[in-house]
C-alpha cells in the first residue's frame, strides 16, 4: 500500500541554472518516486516551468514562499520551522525532504513510514565531519534528505516547551565573563520569558533546523519519536559515507545526502549503474 507521503523539493533557482549534479539529483527522484506527489518549494519569483518530469504520474505541485526565505541558510531554517510551511503540508501524513544534492538509490519509504518515526535523516557522526579516524556515530540526523511527520511537527509548533534551560541560556549569557554578562542579562531573561519556545508565534531558534527537529524536539518531547544512528544508516547516508557503508554492512541505503561532495571512483562506478556519467571523481575518501 502506497503511503500517503510527500517528496518535497526545495529550489532557488531555474532548472536550467542548476548544475550538472542537481539536475542528476531531480531526474533520479523523479524516477525512484514516480508514483508520489512531488512538491517543489521555492520563491515566489522563480521561473519552475523547467522542473517538469514525464515519468511522474501527477504534475509538479508548486509551493511558493516569499523570496526572502531563500537568501540564505539562516532565512532558509526559519522557512523549515515556520507553522505556514507546515500546514501547506498538512494533507499529507509524512513528506520526504529530498534536496538537490541527493541521490536515491531505491524507494523504501512504505518501510519507513510504517515504523511511525516522527523524524528520520541520515545519522551524524560526534563533531559533524571529523577526520575518518575519529569518526563514530552519535545521532540522527541530517535534514537535507529527511523524512518528517507532518502531525507531529504541527503538534511541537502548537506546544510550549522550552528550546534552552535556564542553566544554558545564562552560560551562553556570561560566556563573554561577568561584565559583559551582566550587560546582556536583561535581554536573555526576556529571551527566557518571551521567547525561546518551541511553539511557532515565540520561537526564537537561530539554529539549524534539522538540529531543532532532530535533537531538540526528541529531547524535549517523550512522544516524539527518532531511529537509532545505526538504523538510521538504512535510510541515508552523509558524511564519510565509505565508513558508513562499512558500519551498514555494506549496503546501501535508501539515498545518499550531500553526494557530489564525496565523487571517487567507488560512487562513480555505483552511479554509472544507475545510468549516470560522472566527470571529474575525486580520489579522496
Known sequence: MTPNVAIV??????????????????RQST?????????????????ASGYVSAVLAQPVRLERFADTYFSGTA???????????????????????????????????????AKCY?????????????????ARLWAVGNGGFSLRKVADCLRVLHARQPIFSWPTLLRECFAPGLGAGLRRLPAYLRRGLQANQT??????????????????CADRFAWYTVPTPTEALEFGFDYHPTLM????????????????????????????????????????L
Open 199 to 216: 511553539h511557532h508565534a515565540r520561537n526564537d531558534y537561530a539554529g539549524q533546523e534539522d538540529i531543532f527537529w532532530s535533537l531538540i
Open 118 to 134: 516522527s523524524y528520520v535523516g541520515p545519522p551524524w557522526f560526534a563533531g559533524f565531519e571529523p577526520p575518518l579516524a575519529e
Open 9 to 26: 523539493v526545495p529550489a532557488y533557482r531555474r532548472f536550467a541554472d542548476l548544475t550538472e549534479s542537481e539536475q542528476i539529483s531531480w
Open 245 to 284: 557503508l562499512e558500519l551498514n554492512g555494506g549496503r546501501l541505503p535508501m539515498g545518499f545526502h550531500a553526494w557530489d561532495r564525496h565523487r571517487n571512483a567507488f560512487w562513480t562506478k555505483l552511479f554509472k549503474e544507475q545510468g549516470y556519467s560522472l566527470n571529474n571523481p575525486s580520489c579522496g
Open 75 to 113: 532565512s532558509y531554517n526559519k522557512l523549515m520551522m515556520s507553522l505556514d510551511f507546515f500546514q501547506r503540508l498538512a494533507g499529507y501524513e509524512y513528506f520526504l525532504l529530498c534536496q538537490l544534492d541527493v541521490f536515491v538509490f531505491r524507494d523504501d519509504l512504505p518501510a519507513w513510514c
Open 31 to 47: 524516477d525512484v518516486y514516480q508514483t508520489y506527489p512531488f512538491v517543489l518549494v521555492c520563491p515566489d519569483s522563480l521561473d
